[in-house]
């Protein structure tokens, strides 16, 4: 009978050891795949920094060639509409010109 306790605890301190054994492996693919999903998500939040840094680069890029192509149209319009109020003033500078000079030979009351 002692021979029979001697191999049932026998076996129960292997299983035990095969038990700590599963345990110790366990925690250690736990810890693993921690980790591991720790730098997946790293590197999923790098590549949509990066994506939105590109996108927003674009984006800064149109709307600085957009603002080029509008203030190129307003600096056009500007200088159309200072060759027409210069037209103006020249053809008023004539129209006054003649009005003194009228005034002063006396020809207007």
Do not use: C, H, N, Y
């Amino acid at each position: 009978m002692s021979s029979a306790m001697e191999l049932t605890v026998k076996a129960l301190v292997e299983f035990e050891s095969e038990l700590d054994r599963a345990k110790a492996e366990a925690t250690e693919a736990r810890k693993k795949a921690s980790k591991e999903a720790a730098d997946w998500a790293e590197a999923a939040k790098a590549t949509a920094i990066s994506r939105a840094q590109d996108i927003a680069s674009r984006r800064v890029a149109k709307a600085k060639e957009d603002a080029g192509a509008e203030a190129e149209k307003i600096r056009k319009k500007g200088e159309a509409d200072l060759k027409s109020f210069e037209s103006s003033i020249s053809r008023r500078r004539s129209e006054a010109a003649k009005l003194v000079t009228a005034r002063l030979l006396g020809d207007i009351a």
